[in-house]
């Protein structure tokens, strides 16, 4: 499980469903009292994924924490995006709980792609002490649901662990086109207010 969430998080092809379903589905004893195979579900599936899949994301995060600001500098006027633009909407978003809450609800939903999250709180330079737990955490809730689903489903996890790879494929992309549409949005505001 370790490794499976070193690998996925990395290798963007694997869907990340199927990891942790089909560990709830070997890894956990069968005609298991509810409570016990969840006990066995939090310490074979979650917390060894969860592990193993932050240590994944920190790539993706530290990418996007290091390069994000030199991209922007060099390719954002042909977009339309400065770095004042970002630092402007990081301030708007850490003013409340918001950017916490969005993290753990973001990587909590099965078909939300982590990477593409990683990517937006390291190019929003979010801080990697306040990332990390709160990935961790919203990581082992992921891994959970996913694990009890996989337990409850058994063999037959396969089919819809595939039919999650493709939503989650369909959000990467939706995900992406809505955080430009939001950046350009800001910037046209941006714009009105500081010319």
């Known amino acids: 499980m370790f490794i499976g969430g070193i690998v996925e998080q990395i290798i963007v092809p694997i869907p990340s469903p199927i990891i942790t379903m ?60 400065k770095w004042s633009l970002i630092e402007k909407i990081k301030q708007d978003f850490q003013k409340t709980i918001s950017d916490e809450l969005f993290i753990l609800i973001a990587v909590t939903i099965p078909v939300v792609p982590v990477s ?7 190019g929003f330079r979010i801080k990697p002490a306040k990332f990390y737990p709160l990935m961790f955490l919203s990581l082992v809730i992921r891994s959970i649901i996913l694990g009890f689903i996989g337990f409850q489903m058994g063999e037959a996890f396969t089919g819809l662990a595939h039919g999650l790879d493709k939503i989650e494929s369909v959000m990467t992309i939706v995900g992406a086109l809505l955080i430009l549409g939001y950046l350009y949005l800001k910037r046209e505001k941006w714009l009105k207010k500081n010319s």
């Open 116 to 122: 593409l999250i990683s990517a937006f709180c390291g």
């Open 22 to 81: 089909s560990g709830g589905a070997f890894l956990v004893t069968r005609n298991i009292p509810i409570f016990q195979a969840i006990w066995e579900i939090i310490v074979n599936v979650s917390l060894p994924y969860s592990i193993g899949a932050v240590i994944g994301t920190s790539l993706v995060f530290l990418i996007a924490y290091f390069g994000g600001r030199p991209l922007i500098d060099q390719f954002g006027k042909y977009i339309g995006i």
